[in-house]
């Protein structure tokens, strides 16, 4: 894993998002990887080496559960949403490949990346 594969990663989940902002990655002074908000707002984790599916899932919570609290308008928004429920969708890895998953029914909607904007219904 190198900072362009979390670049890569973040990209695909700010899409599925429908986020139109910008987050730059780079390292910290610890090695750990940061995430540079627009309101220069910083965020560090450790994302541990893996499948390119795993570190989707990864950024995916990480921006679901941290970053989101900095999008404009996200603010208590479900993102993304879950077709036919008011909760967001959680990412998961199935056979493999990141998903996008209902986290009350197991169903799964969306490959990371690939979730078309404006989707309501599976």
Known sequence: ???????????????????????????????LTAFFLPDGGIHSTLLEPGSEAQLLVDVADLVQNDVNFWLTGAWGEALPRCPGHPH???ARVLDEAAWWVCPATGDSVARVGELLPGRDSP
Not at 15 to 31: F, K
Request: net charge negative; no cysteine; glycine share 8%.
């Open 88 to 90: 967001p969708m959680v």
């Open 1 to 31: 894993m190198n900072i362009d594969s979390v670049r890569a990663a973040l990209a695909r989940v700010l899409a599925d998002l429908g986020a139109d902002v910008r987050i730059e990655v780079g390292p910290d002074e610890a090695g």
